[in-house]
């Protein structure tokens, strides 16, 4: 009876770790992978971003867009099944 539940238990931490690893496998390896293969034309520009970091300032930028906007869905999703006020 005690094998079977821990048989049961570890079937349980396995198929949610199968799960995670699913969810994990669809998101990009890097979400800085799109920002930086941005190919700047014009000479300014060029020499602008050779002073300023411009790529490195975009891809930050987006990342912290996209984190505050996940935040605000998750205070959302939370206010609306009322585990928050």
Do not use: C, H
Request: charged residues 10%; negative net charge; glycine residues 10%.
């Amino acid at each position: 009876m005690g094998n079977f539940i821990i048989g049961m238990i570890n079937k349980i931490f396995e198929g949610l770790g199968d799960t995670g690893t699913t969810v994990l496998g669809l998101f990009p390896s890097s979400p800085f992978e799109a920002v930086e293969q941005l190919v700047i034309d014009n000479e300014l520009l060029g020499g602008l971003a050779w002073i300023i970091p411009i790529q490195q300032i975009t891809a930050v930028l987006s990342a912290w867009v996209t984190s505050i906007a996940i935040y605000y869905a998750y205070q959302v999703v939370l206010r609306w099944i009322k585990v928050i006020d």
